[in-house]
């Protein structure tokens, strides 16, 4: 590797670990001015309206996102087009949290006098406690870093790091005082991947009526192996007479059979080549749960129950039903 290229190289580690510096300093800060803005978000009857200018608004636009999505209603104002009309968007029952390193940008000083006329409470993440934002400010969270990532200490880095940082740990510690589920998660993600994994439920993809394979202890290895065929799982149930679930018969069960009983296979039943105690899942279930006990298993199919407490086999899902859904 050329000289250029390995200092390069220590330029970027250089930049992680100032970055990751500066976000491990907050962590001291986290104290009773962090408890007062979460207690004025927590109490808001609206929205958080989060503003900024340059690189802190578009932290404030991620920051908005993550409220949004994790319970919290949020959207982004951008502070230049609020002061053409946009602040009208701005409701008494809202809280403003501002972002602003300097706590000078003009664009936002320029909406406070609003902010106060509309009496909406008014959370500053600066890196200048004693700036006008942080003067004017309800709740101050403070955001400074030793210096930037940038050799030059001019470019925004480690400062935009430090406020997406303070802003995480606001949207984590309100989903957590929400009590946020996995299913209100779901609700808010019904796109792609994510929102299928959230939200497709076994029901939604599992075989049912005729599409099920099952025989009877009694059934004989060429009824075992025409219903196997028929039914295109790899796999039988073998229920009882009450209609209970005793055992499976897999293209394993059935290859060992074979090679065990040779001419005798004709006779051999299900009973006989099962095995016992098959894994299940609920109907109810997310599907990537049952993705989950396939690959803890080493299975490709699950029988599935009515609920968790029944024994009643509804259906039976297919780990090829997983992947034509496009859970993974």
Same mark, same amino acid.
């Given at each position: ?6 200092? &390069? ?10 970055? =990751? ?16 803005? @979460? ?6 009857? +609206?929205? %958080? ?33 609020? /002061? ?6 701005? *409701? ?13 940008? *003009?664009?936002? &000083? ?25 003067? *004017? ?13 940038? $050799? ?12 997406? =940082? @303070?802003?995480? /740990? ?7 005082? *929400? ?15 994510? +929102?299928?994994?959230?939200? &497709? ?11 099920? $394979?099952?025989?009877? $202890? ?26 209970? @679930?005793?055992?499976? %018969? ?50 490709? %199919? ?12 509804? +259906?039976? @899902?297919? &780990? ?9």
């Amino acid at each position: 590797m050329s000289p250029i290229k390995r200092r &390069l190289l220590e330029v970027a580690r250089r930049t992680i670990r100032a970055e =990751a510096e500066a976000v491990a300093d907050l962590e001291k800060r986290i104290g009773a001015a962090f408890g007062r803005a @979460l207690e004025a978000m927590l109490q808001c009857r +609206g929205k %958080v309206v989060v503003t900024g200018m340059g690189k802190s608004g578009l932290v404030g636009q991620k920051i908005a996102s993550t409220l949004a999505s994790t319970g919290t209603s949020a959207f982004f104002l951008h502070s230049a087009e609020a /002061a053409h009309g946009d602040v009208g968007m701005v *409701r008494p029952e809202d809280v403003v949290l501002a972002l602003s390193y300097s706590g000078e940008t *003009r664009e936002l &000083l320029d909406l406070l006098p609003t902010f106060k006329l509309i009496k909406v409470p008014l959370i500053a993440i600066t890196g200048n406690t004693d700036s006008t934002l942080a003067k *004017r400010a309800d709740v101050v969270l403070d955001a400074q870093v030793a210096r930037e990532a940038c $050799p030059l200490n001019l470019a925004p880095t480690s400062s935009t790091t430090a406020a997406l =940082a @303070l802003g995480d /740990a606001l949207a984590v510690a309100l989903l957590e005082a *929400r009590g946020f589920k996995e299913q209100d998660f779901a609700t808010l993600h019904p796109g792609g991947a994510l +929102g299928k994994r959230l939200l &497709l439920k076994v029901s939604d993809l599992m075989r049912t009526g005729d599409e099920l $394979p099952r025989v009877g $202890p009694d059934a004989k290895g060429t009824d075992v192996l025409m219903e196997m065929s028929a039914k295109r799982l790899g796999i039988t149930g073998v229920f009882d007479e009450r209609g209970r @679930l005793i055992g499976c %018969v897999s293209d394993g069960d059935l290859r060992r059979g074979l090679q065990r009983l040779a001419d005798k296979f004709i006779d051999t039943t299900a009973a006989q080549m099962m095995t016992k105690g098959p894994k299940t899942i609920e109907a109810d279930a997310l599907a990537a749960r049952a993705l989950r006990t396939m690959e803890d298993n080493n299975i490709t %199919v699950l029988f599935v129950t009515a609920s968790p407490r029944s024994t009643k086999i509804v +259906g039976a @899902l297919h &780990l090829h039903d997983i992947l034509k859904a496009g859970l993974i």
